[in-house]
């Protein structure tokens, strides 16, 4: 675990069932499958030995279909489930070898929680909402009363305070929710499918201010979707999961450019790459392209390796020449009209 690792866990299961270790031993010895350990054993595999690390300040994305696993996964990282098999280390802490006591003030120190069910209160005003985990931490009321009222002028909300839960809309009442998991300060932020209730204009709202939050206050964040268009506009890294198993990890780009299989493929093909794809995976050697055209053009646009597919096309149809791709004042790269309809239309790499 690196200093910039923030939460890793390592071959994580969980069987579902009356018999889960005789099932988990079945399954690692004899190589059942899923629907062969419910026929045996009457189990259901929910977790299937999953690792995976998130990086400090990073919006990692846990994504899939109904009944993938991505929410029984996400109730491991603070123990709301135990694991059948694993190991789970938050900011260096073994969560599996917390007691009773210590796992308590552990989630309340350490992780805020946002679920897709608002929970607020109804008897409590939208303040005293917010103060609920300062509250539990015993902290003075004046003080938790003072914090509570600046987080929820973070999220927008400020004047609204003195309000009931049933005296706001949808999408407030989740800025009220967010605000809660953030009022103790957390080290990580779980947040399952926060957004998935809400029409879709309140949700993209949400998103934006979502992405506005994290830039300010920087959380490590690990966020669960079914949208892969969510999980695109908002995560760093995104997993795709699959019958309880991680089949991909990667960025946006990484995962539409070059998904792990068949299903990957099928569940990003939808995905439109002119904001995901970035020049750098666009680009040809330099080396490869004088071989081929000559020195390269002198007065042709020049870019990051950052910019966007959406970009490259633009500057395509307002310049003749070639794109060079630079970096630190160094040409690493050139992107050709060819390269750049090859990549619209397979969606592949140049290699």
Same mark, same amino acid.
């Given at each position: 675990?690196?200093?910039?690792?923030?939460?890793?866990?390592?071959?994580?299961? +969980?069987?579902?069932?009356?018999? *889960?270790?005789?099932?988990?031993?079945?399954?690692?010895?004899?190589?059942?499958?899923?629907?062969?350990?419910?026929?045996?054993?009457?189990?259901?595999?929910?977790?299937?030995?999953?690792?995976?690390?998130?990086?400090?300040?990073?919006?990692?994305?846990?994504?899939?279909?109904?009944?993938?696993?991505?929410?029984?996964?996400?109730?491991?990282?603070?123990? $709301?489930?135990?694991?059948?098999?694993?190991?789970?280390?938050?900011?260096?802490?073994?969560?599996?070898?917390?007691?009773?006591?210590?796992?308590?003030?552990?989630?309340?120190?350490?992780?805020?929680?946002?679920?897709?069910?608002?929970?607020?209160?109804?008897?409590?005003?939208?303040?005293?909402?917010?103060?609920?985990?300062?509250?539990?931490?015993?902290?003075?009321?004046?003080?938790?009363?003072?914090?509570?009222?600046?987080?929820?002028?973070? #999220?927008?909300?400020?004047?609204?305070?003195?309000?009931?839960?049933?005296?706001?809309?949808?999408?407030?009442?989740?800025?009220?929710?967010?605000?809660?998991?953030?009022?103790?300060? *957390?080290?990580?932020?779980?947040?399952?499918?926060?957004?998935?209730?809400?029409?879709?204009?309140?949700?993209?709202?949400?998103?934006?201010?979502?992405?506005? $939050?994290?830039?300010?206050? +920087?959380?490590?964040?690990?966020?669960?979707?079914?949208?892969?268009?969510?999980?695109?506009?908002?995560?760093?890294?995104?997993?795709?999961?699959?019958?309880?198993?991680?089949?991909?990890?990667?960025?946006?780009?990484?995962?539409?450019?070059?998904?792990?299989?068949?299903?990957?493929?099928?569940?990003?093909?939808?995905?439109?790459?002119?904001?995901?794809?970035?020049?750098?995976?666009?680009?040809? *050697?330099?080396?490869?392209?004088?071989?081929?055209?000559? *020195?390269?053009?002198?007065?042709?646009?020049?870019?990051?390796?950052?910019?966007? $597919?959406?970009?490259?096309?633009?500057?395509? #149809?307002?310049?003749?020449?070639?794109?060079?791709?630079?970096?630190?004042?160094?040409?690493?790269?050139?992107?050709?009209?060819?390269? $750049?309809?090859?990549?619209?239309?397979?969606?592949?790499?140049?290699?």
């Amino acid at each position: 675990m690196t200093d910039d690792t923030v939460i890793e866990i390592s071959d994580v299961w +969980k069987i579902f069932g009356a018999k *889960p270790e005789e099932a988990l031993r079945a399954v690692r010895e004899e190589g059942l499958t899923k629907a062969q350990v419910l026929e045996k054993y009457g189990a259901v595999v929910g977790v299937a030995d999953v690792s995976l690390s998130v990086n400090r300040g990073e919006i990692f994305c846990i994504m899939g279909l109904s009944g993938s696993g991505k929410s029984t996964l996400v109730r491991h990282f603070n123990r $709301l489930l135990e694991p059948t098999a694993g190991k789970i280390l938050i900011e260096g802490t073994d969560v599996m070898a917390l007691g009773t006591k210590a796992l308590q003030t552990f989630r309340n120190e350490k992780i805020g929680m946002v679920f897709q069910n608002f929970a607020l209160m109804p008897h409590r005003s939208v303040l005293d909402n917010v103060a609920m985990p300062l509250e539990i931490r015993q902290v003075a009321k004046n003080e938790r009363m003072r914090q509570a009222a600046a987080i929820l002028d973070i #999220v927008e909300l400020g004047a609204w305070g003195s309000k009931f839960a049933h005296e706001l809309s949808g999408g407030m009442q989740q800025r009220v929710g967010l605000a809660r998991a953030l009022a103790a300060n *957390p080290d990580v932020l779980l947040m399952d499918e926060p957004f998935s209730a809400l029409d879709p204009l309140i949700r993209r709202q949400l998103q934006d201010e979502f992405i506005r $939050l994290s830039k300010i206050l +920087k959380k490590t964040t690990v966020f669960i979707t079914h949208d892969l268009d969510e999980a695109v506009r908002i995560g760093d890294r995104i997993a795709i999961m699959r019958d309880g198993k991680v089949v991909q990890i990667g960025t946006a780009e990484d995962i539409v450019m070059n998904p792990a299989d068949d299903y990957v493929a099928e569940f990003v093909a939808g995905i439109s790459r002119l904001k995901v794809v970035r020049a750098h995976a666009v680009m040809q *050697p330099v080396e490869r392209y004088v071989a081929k055209y000559g *020195p390269l053009p002198a007065d042709g646009p020049r870019v990051s390796g950052e910019e966007t $597919l959406s970009t490259l096309i633009g500057l395509a #149809v307002d310049h003749d020449d070639a794109i060079v791709v630079t970096q630190d004042g160094q040409d690493r790269g050139v992107i050709t009209r060819a390269d $750049l309809l090859n990549t619209v239309i397979e969606g592949t790499e140049v290699s």
